[in-house]
């Protein structure tokens, strides 16, 4: 039992490593003092999490009966749900008892009935405005995911691979999620530089003056422009010749950009002004 114990808290641990970099380390005045230059990094590395979680989606045709809550092939017994939902909540089931959802960078898709950890939570620096930490749109992630971003990169077919299929989708919902919720702690470090700037549009309920000041154009294009490339390097095919079939990609790298165009960006500046609305409560 103590073994056991102990493996689960090795993977608590490591859940919860990436969070403790946003702060200034060595900080003895406080604890919560966020590092926009950390958050910055953190954003870059997960691109690439982001378009390696793609990539290794789009080996498998779209099988779309994983997504159909009515199948009867791959239905569940007792289960009111798609294979994907199932697997989706099972496994949040697991991760919450070893703490992941403790961490407030991580957000669930079906946050109800989510089990106690077995164990003390990390001491995590608080640093969000409890008024917008818990806000979650997962939904909204689990809806552009399924239905409109797939088909854009997987093929047509079914190749009867639905595990693996369901567990390539599970990590690119949780890599797309954990990106765009990025957006709360990207708005109150915002908030905390400038809040002068932001305060009038927050007392109004303002959201649209909330956006423009939150909308750097030149800021996003270059966004889209990185993670296309690196959906070119990532994947391309390499051979130890280096002559490979030049302009043939594992993903389109123009999908990956539209995500961002899309989707990426515009949900995490959704976030952004939701929870700067609820700053001052």
């Known amino acids: 039992m103590a073994s056991s114990r102990s493996r689960l808290f090795f993977l608590s641990s490591i859940i919860s490593s990436s969070y403790l970099y946003m702060f200034v380390a060595g900080d003895s005045d406080s604890a919560n003092t966020l590092s926009l230059d950390a958050i910055r990094d953190s954003l870059i590395r997960q691109e690439d999490t982001i378009v390696f979680c793609l990539i ?38 697991l ?45 909204d992630i689990w809806d552009f995911y399924t239905k409109q971003l797939l088909p854009l990169f997987t093929t047509a077919g ?14 690119c919902l949780q890599a797309l999620s954990r990106r765009i919720h990025y957006g709360k702690f990207v708005a109150e470090v915002k908030f905390r ?26 800021v996003e294009e270059m966004v889209k422009r990185r993670v296309e490339k690196k959906a070119m390097v990532f994947g391309q095919e390499v051979t130890l010749t280096n002559v490979g079939d030049s302009g043939k990609y594992k993903i389109d790298p ?27 409560d």
Not at 62 to 84: E, H, T
Not at 158 to 171: H, R, V
Request: glycine share 6%; hydrophobic share 35%; proline share 9%.
């Open 158 to 171: 079914d190749d009867g691979n639905y595990a693996n299929t369901a567990q390539c989708d599970l990590q």
């Open 254 to 280: 123009s999908v990956v950009s539209r995500l961002y165009d899309e989707w990426v960006m515009p949900l995490t500046k959704h976030v952004q002004v939701e929870y700067l609305l609820r700053r001052l």
């Open 193 to 218: 530089d400038s809040p002068e700037e932001y305060s009038s549009a927050i007392h109004a309920q303002d959201g649209d003056t909330l956006m423009k000041l939150l909308t750097f154009k030149n």
């Open 95 to 139: 991760n919450a008892k070893v703490g992941r959802y403790a961490s407030p960078e991580e957000n669930p898709f079906f946050p109800d009935g989510l089990p106690p950890q077995l164990f003390p939570p990390h001491n995590y620096p608080s640093v969000l405005h409890p008024a917008g930490a818990s806000i979650n749109i997962n939904k």
């Open 56 to 93: 290794e989606r789009a080996k498998f045709p779209i099988n779309s009966v994983i997504y159909d809550q009515q199948s009867s092939s791959v239905g569940v017994p007792g289960f009111d749900g798609s294979l994907l939902h199932y697997i989706v909540k099972e496994s949040e089931i």
